[in-house]
């Protein structure tokens, strides 16, 4: 039996949906793009939805869109995957790394705020394993120091915080569709907006800054005339991936339903064990469940990992904390000390969460868990 940590879910109506664009005038640009931005849009509560080619472009388009360049610092979390601090260096912008929250191991306010300098222009909050941040007391600081705020919900398409939906409350939001995320379009990504001007900005930046609306251009020539604005990139998403991602967003809630039962299962088996921390939930929130990360005796990570993995059960660990990494480690991050994050990523470990995951096969990962502690 081989067990992933996470996988995506296709049936037949996604196929169905992927061959009729195949067959359609449009491969990329057409109908299926700005239909799945509407899908979206309205299932988050944004006004603006914009697709692009995956969430790291997602990212990188928002801090574009906020415009983070040379000499502004970008605050944000450790334990993330590289993308949401990548995407600040992209823009040549700095990225500040604020320690984690103890229980839910997300960003943690108060270190936010210890972390604010004049050159502070904006907050990328991670909603980590899909459990959202503390986005009150974050739109509190950024209220406050006239700081942007993106939430970047690579992991919780679908979340709930104080019962709204992630992705309608801050400046900017990016979702990420690769097919272990909660939903796939093969690869894929959005940004979700509010702001018309940051919209118009999005949209130009996805297609080389390039415009044929005569409104934002300075003269025209003819209908062949279009102008280069800004400088973007070929960020562009297809309507075979939007196709599918369309077909995916009506089963979301049926996924998170699932995902949340067998975290549930999970907690159940598991938070009676001595050397096990589950995850906490926070009042007010509904995580969506794109991880279940628990927290082991760090001396006995590395061998149950191995053990796990022998048994077919690729449990995984997200994440090394960022500035840990070589890059960062040779770019200006070597005295970077986050000790929460360094803690938790000692003793971290995600096990197997997915859809199709059977009863059966959550039990065999329980019980050689539970055999592997020993
Ligand atoms: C997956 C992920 C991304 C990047 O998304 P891609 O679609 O793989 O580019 C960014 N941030 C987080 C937290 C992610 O998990």
């Known amino acids: 039996m081989d067990i992933p940590y996470g996988k995506q879910y296709i049936d037949e109506e996604d196929i169905q949906t992927v061959v009729d664009t195949l067959r359609s005038d449009y491969l990329t640009t057409g109908p299926a793009v700005h239909d799945f931005e509407q899908s979206v849009a309205a299932y988050v509560g944004a006004k603006y939805a914009v697709a692009v080619a995956n969430g790291t472009a997602a990212l990188h388009a928002a801090c574009y869109a906020a415009d983070i360049s040379k000499g502004d610092e970008?605050?944000?979390?450790?334990?993330?995957?590289?993308?949401?601090?990548?995407?600040?260096?992209?823009?040549?912008?700095?990225?500040?790394?604020?320690?984690?929250?103890?229980?839910?191991?997300?960003?943690?306010?108060?270190?936010?705020?210890?972390?604010?300098?004049?050159?502070?222009?904006?907050?990328?909050?991670v909603h980590y394993t899909g459990q959202p941040c503390e986005m009150d007391e974050i739109h509190a600081i950024a209220e406050e120091y006239h700081l942007l705020v993106i939430e970047d919900a690579a992991h919780a398409l679908g979340a709930e915080y104080h019962g709204k939906k992630i992705g309608s409350v801050s400046d900017m939001t990016t979702f990420s569709f690769h097919p272990v995320k909660p939903i796939t379009s093969g690869e894929g990504g959005m940004i979700t907006t509010n702001d018309e001007n940051l919209y118009q900005k999005l949209l130009l930046f996805r297609n080389h800054g390039i415009t044929r609306s005569e409104s934002l251009m300075t003269k025209t020539e003819g209908g062949w005339y279009y102008q280069q604005l800004e400088l973007g990139f070929n960020y562009r998403i297809t309507d075979l991936q939007?196709?599918?991602?369309?077909?995916?967003?009506?089963?979301?809630?049926?996924?998170?339903?699932?995902?949340?039962?067998?975290?549930?299962?999970?907690?159940?088996?598991?938070?009676?064990?001595?050397?096990?921390?589950?995850?906490?939930?926070?009042?007010?929130?509904?995580?969506?469940?794109?991880?279940?990360?628990?927290?082991?005796?760090?001396?006995?990570?590395?061998?149950?990992?191995?053990?796990?993995?022998?048994?077919?059960?690729?449990?995984?660990?997200?994440?090394?904390?960022?500035?840990?990494?070589?890059?960062?480690?040779?770019?200006?991050?070597?005295?970077?000390?986050?000790?929460?994050?360094?803690?938790?990523?000692?003793?971290?470990?995600?096990?197997?969460?997915?859809?199709?995951?059977?009863?059966?096969?959550?039990?065999?990962?329980?019980?050689?868990?539970?055999?592997?502690?020993?």
């Open 74 to 125: 970008v605050i944000t979390t450790p334990i993330t995957f590289a993308a949401s601090a990548n995407c600040i260096l992209y823009c040549n912008g700095t990225p500040v790394f604020a320690d984690i929250k103890k229980d839910t191991y997300n960003i943690d306010p108060e270190d936010v705020r210890r972390k604010i300098t004049p050159r502070t222009k904006a907050i990328i909050a």
């Open 242 to 374: 939007c196709a599918l991602g369309i077909s995916q967003m009506r089963k979301l809630d049926r996924f998170t339903a699932k995902r949340r039962q067998l975290a549930e299962k999970y907690n159940e088996e598991l938070e009676t064990i001595h050397d096990i921390v589950c995850p906490v939930q926070k009042e007010g929130c509904k995580s969506s469940w794109h991880l279940y990360v628990i927290q082991i005796p760090s001396e006995k990570r590395r061998e149950v990992y191995e053990k796990m993995q022998e048994a077919g059960i690729h449990v995984n660990v997200h994440y090394i904390p960022v500035y840990k990494h070589p890059y960062y480690q040779a770019n200006g991050f070597k005295y970077v000390n986050c000790p929460n994050a360094e803690q938790l990523y000692k003793g971290l470990l995600s096990l197997p969460l997915y859809y199709q995951l059977q009863d059966h096969m959550q039990e065999f990962v329980i019980e050689t868990l539970k055999k592997t502690l020993k």
